[in-house]
Each structure stands twice: as structure tokens, then as C-alpha cells.
């Protein structure tokens, strides 16, 4: 497919994407996140499942497999979806609600990576992103908790820039699926606990790298 299919794809999903509340109820929290070893031209997703409130690990699910699809900016889901979604068919314990590295509506065509996901999969998915892709903003203030909304060009919240530990940079929230960015951005801070990233994207993060690079 050209760029331009993919476009259309992506347009086409992101009006099935429902943003509403969501409180719960909770038990389990999965964190998805893909690491990448470049020697062998592979990538390795991961799902980890925890617990909660106690955001003890429980679970984890792996796929590796060879990377097919370039790196383009607004287009990762076509490069590391389906190895995610491989590694979540394997989880037993399905989630209430899933953390995936990257972004929600905060998107151009308002369908990242978790975005899709949560479509995909329907079950109720944040996007949480180390840096900044689409969308205005000012920077919150200093402290934990503090926040500021991210705008799209018309003026629309999007998503929100948040502060999830004392003056160390922010996070990039946006809602994927079946959850608004008011809900995002308290999830979020109930599942960061003392560390920048949330604890389930935190355990992704670190497990993949290892299977990617370790090969365990």
C-alpha cells in the first residue's frame, strides 16, 4: 500500500474511536511497548499485565518477529501493531484498560498507535509518549500532577502534557479508545509510581529491551 491507502485507512478507523469516561472498574493493567534489535533487523513487543492497585507484574507476552514496515513519522501503528497485537493474543489475563508507548488522538489524522490499538482490540487504551508529535501546548508547571491540555489546530483537547514526577519532563498523554483525556491524565497518575513512566509502560519497556538484546 502507498501512503496514501494508509491515510484513507487511517481516517476511516479513527471515526470508530469513542472518547467517554471511564473509571473503572479495574483489576488488571496491561502496558505495551516495542523494542527493536537493528543487528538482526527485528522487533520484539510486549504486553505485561498487572495487578491493581498493587501494580504488581503477573504477566507477560512476547512476539518477535523480522521488521517489515519503514520507520515513518504518523504511521507506526503499520509497523509495530500487528507484533503487539501477536503478543497480546497471548495474554490470559485480559486487562480493563491498556497503556500503550506512543500516541492516542494526539495524532494528525487522530489514530496513533494506541488509538488503533484500542480500536482493534476494544478495550479501553491511553497513549503514553516520552515526546512530543502533534498538537500545541505550554509547558505545566514543576511539580507531579500538574498538567496542560494539548490542542489541535482548531482549538480541540486532544490530549495533555503532564508532569508525573517533580521537575523531570513530561509525558505526552492522549486517549485511544473508550476513555477521554480527563481520565487518561488520572489514570495515568494513579498507575506512575516514583519513575517518569507509568509502571505498566515501565515493565514493557524494560522487558522488550531485554528480549530483544538478551534474547530471553
Known amino acids: ?23 473503572g472498574p479495574v483489576r488488571h493493567v496491561a502496558g505495551c511497548d516495542v523494542s527493536y534489535n537493528r543487528a538482526k533487523n527485528e522487533m ?14 503477573i504477566e507477560i507476552a512476547s512476539h518477535t518477529a523480522m521488521v517489515e514496515f519503514p520507520y515513518i513519522p504518523t504511521f507506526l501503528s ?39 490499538f484500542g480500536v482493534t482490540v476494544g478495550i479501553p487504551t491511553i497513549g503514553c509518549a516520552k515526546s512530543h508529535l502533534f498538537g500545541k501546548y505550554v509547558m505545566p508547571g514543576e511539580k507531579r500532577g500538574e498538567w496542560k491540555p494539548l490542542l489541535d489546530k482548531d482549538g480541540d483537547v486532544i490530549g495533555a502534557v503532564v508532569r508525573t514526577r517533580d521537575r523531570v519532563k513530561p509525558v505526552f498523554i492522549s486517549p485511544g479508545h473508550l476513555i477521554d483525556v480527563k481520565s487518561s491524565v488520572e489514570w495515568i497518575l494513579k498507575l506512575t509510581k516514583g519513575f517518569k513512566l507509568p509502571e505498566p509502560i515501565r515493565f514493557a519497556d524494560s522487558i522488550s529491551r531485554r528480549i530483544s538484546h538478551e534474547g530471553i
Not at 520484539?44 to 507484574?57: G, H, I, Q, R, W
Open 44 to 57: 520484539t513487543a510486549v504486553v505485561a499485565v498487572l495487578e491493581y492497585p498493587s501494580l504488581k507484574l
Open 78 to 116: 503499520f509497523r509495530e501493531l500487528p507484533s503487539l497485537l501477536e503478543a497480546f493474543k497471548k495474554v490470559k489475563i485480559k486487562p480493563e484498560l491498556i497503556v500503550v508507548d506512543g500516541q492516542g488522538i494526539a495524532h494528525p489524522r487522530k489514530l496513533g498507535i494506541a488509538a488503533h
Open 1 to 23: 500500500m502507498n501512503l496514501y491507502e494508509l491515510k484513507a485507512i487511517q481516517l476511516e478507523l479513527s471515526q470508530k474511536v469513542r472518547l467517554t469516561p471511564f473509571s
